[in-house]
């Protein structure tokens, strides 16, 4: 985007000037932050979607279901090793491995987005 084009985009967007405090419990705080960080945007910008009640895209649904499938993955692993029932480094770490390749598409997937 050149300078011109730049400050003209500047300009047509409305300046936020009102600060409004939201008080999170630290497990909303967390989610919020992680849902936040998922679709790539601030939390600022989450409490705004929020607020203005704006539908999330089948495209950010998507995301979401995504991310979700690997958090739940994740969330097995954790269990099973918690309870003493951890399968051996060649098990787990292409499963992890795996994980990280889907986690890397879906921030590269998330960085192309306006």
């Not at 932050?33 to 409490?47: D, F, N, P």
């Not at 770490?93 to 590269?108: H, I, K, Q």
């Amino acid at each position: 985007m050149s300078d011109t084009s730049t400050e003209h985009a500047r300009a047509a967007r409305p300046t936020r000037t009102r600060t409004q405090v939201v008080r999170f419990t630290d497990a909303e705080h967390a989610d919020a932050v992680a849902c936040a960080t998922a679709l790539g945007i601030s939390l600022s910008r989450l409490c705004r979607s929020r607020a203005e009640a704006l539908p999330p895209s089948q495209a950010d649904l998507e995301l979401a279901s995504e991310i979700q499938r690997i958090g739940v993955n994740l969330n097995q692993i954790a269990h099973q090793i918690n309870a003493g029932n951890a399968p051996g480094l060649e098990v787990i770490l292409p499963v992890l491995e795996a994980l990280n390749g889907e986690l890397s598409e879906l921030r590269g997937q998330l960085r192309k987005r306006p």
